[in-house]
């Protein structure tokens, strides 16, 4: 289940231990991941788990995905965001060319080509 849904499920089913800040828990035989990339860590610890870090080493390496996250990791940390200088950066990475007329945030679209 998505940890989107994590409060509606511990509401669901108040005898299941929900851990909503994880990114996934193996709680033999079951194990249950925070979304998509956390599947990935999750699978990542069962092929682990039962063929050994080598093999687990090699599939992460071909999917360009981190070895190991462990389980218990925090799944998404609130960190805020800089503002100043975050449009210049985005205009750079957009490759998006600066005008010599400043754009208001009503009006901060890209340039027509």
Known sequence: ?????AELLARRYPKVVVEPDVLYVDAD????????????????????????????????????VPPHRDGGQAQYIERPLPLRGAT???????????????RSPSNSSPPAP
């Open 1 to 5: 289940m998505h940890w989107h849904h």
């Open 88 to 102: 210049r950066w985005a205009r750079c990475w957009c490759g998006w060319r600066s005008t010599s007329t400043r």
């Open 29 to 64: 035989p079951v194990i249950t991941s925070a979304g998509t990339a956390a599947g990935i860590d999750a699978c990542l610890h069962l092929v682990r788990k039962e063929q050994g870090p080598e093999v687990a080493n090699a599939i992460a390496r071909r999917m360009v």
